[in-house]
C-alpha cells in the first residue's frame, strides 16, 4: 500500500470497498466505456473489480498500482488510473473518468500524477498507452503530457461487439525527465 499521491487537482489513493458504487459511475456508464476495452459493467462487476484491486494491492512484489482518482477537495472517487508493469522496467497505462467530470483536467492531472510516480519513485524505463482510434480526448491527454505515437495495433480490443484497433503511444523516462 502507498500513501496517495497528490497532483494539482487531484490526489490518487488506494480503493476501498466502499468505491464500488462511485466506480460503477464510471464502468458502468456507456459514454465512458464506448472508449475502453470492455464493455460497461454492471454494480456487482464494478464491486469486483474494485475488490480484486484491493486484493492485487497487496501483491508481493506488487504488478501494478492501480488507484481511484479523486478530487483534491473531497474523497470520492471520481475515476481510476493504473499501471501495470509488463516488462522490464516498463508498465502499460490506463485510466477513466467519470463523464460528468470531463474537460476539467483532472484526467491530465491524475495522469501527471501517476507518470511522476512511476518514473521517478518506481524509477520504470518505458510507459505505454493504447488508446481507442476514436478516443481523442485521450489522444490529446498522452500527447500533452509527451507520449510519441507509435502506431496502430490492429483488432487489439473486443469491445461492444466488435474488434477494435487501438492506437500505441509510448513515453521514455529520459524523455519525462527532460520536461
Known sequence: MIDPLYGELTKLREFRSSDGGTAFKVVGDDRVTTYLSFDSRTPEMAQKM???AIDRADAVPRTEYYLAITRLDEDELIGTCRIAFSGVKAAKLGYATAADHWKRGYTTDAVRTILTF????????????AIGPDNHASQAVVKRLGFTREGV????????GSWRDSVL???LRNEWLAN
Open 50 to 52: 474494485i475488490d480484486d
Open 118 to 129: 512511476a518514473f521517478e519513485r518506481l524509477e520504470l524505463h518505458r510507459i505505454t498507452a
Open 169 to 171: 503511444y509510448s513515453l
Open 153 to 160: 495495433l490492429r483488432d487489439h480490443v473486443f469491445t461492444n
